[in-house]
């Protein structure tokens, strides 16, 4: 069983930054693929960004592109989100994810869950 502990988050004012960190227990950390997610109010689930096992190979849903950036380290079983230019719509609740297989998209069906920080961009 892993468990995925984060932290981070907070209120910013828009065109701010943040960063989450995601902190995993276990010693396979390294062969999973690891996501992030954002849930708004209201609103479904929304896959944010990617990152492979060894950390070469990301993937970012468009509206974050160029601002988010998805890391890990591996020495340390965390993965990060590191949010530049922050926007009131990048307002949710988010949640970093593990995957056992080593998958890292937003199809993926993730076998592990953190749980949940509040991120609130005001205007």
């Known amino acids: 069983q892993v468990q995925l502990v984060q932290s981070g988050g907070g209120l910013v004012q828009a065109g701010g930054s943040l960063r989450l960190s995601c902190a995993a227990s276990g010693r396979t950390f390294s062969s999973y693929g690891l996501g992030w997610f954002r849930q708004a109010p209201g609103k479904e689930r929304e896959f944010v960004a990617g990152?492979?096992?060894?950390?070469?190979?990301?993937y970012y849903v468009d509206s974050v592109k160029g601002r988010f950036t998805i890391s890990r380290d591996n020495a340390k079983n965390t993965v990060y989100l590191q949010m530049n230019s922050l926007k009131p719509e990048d307002t949710a609740v988010y949640y970093c994810?593990?995957?056992?297989?080593?998958?890292?998209?937003?199809?993926?069906?993730?076998?592990?869950w953190g749980q949940g920080t509040q991120v609130t961009v005001s205007s």
């Open positions: 994810a593990a995957d056992r297989s080593g998958a890292y998209y937003a199809t993926t069906s993730y076998d592990y």
């Open positions: 990152i492979s096992r060894i950390g070469y190979s990301t």
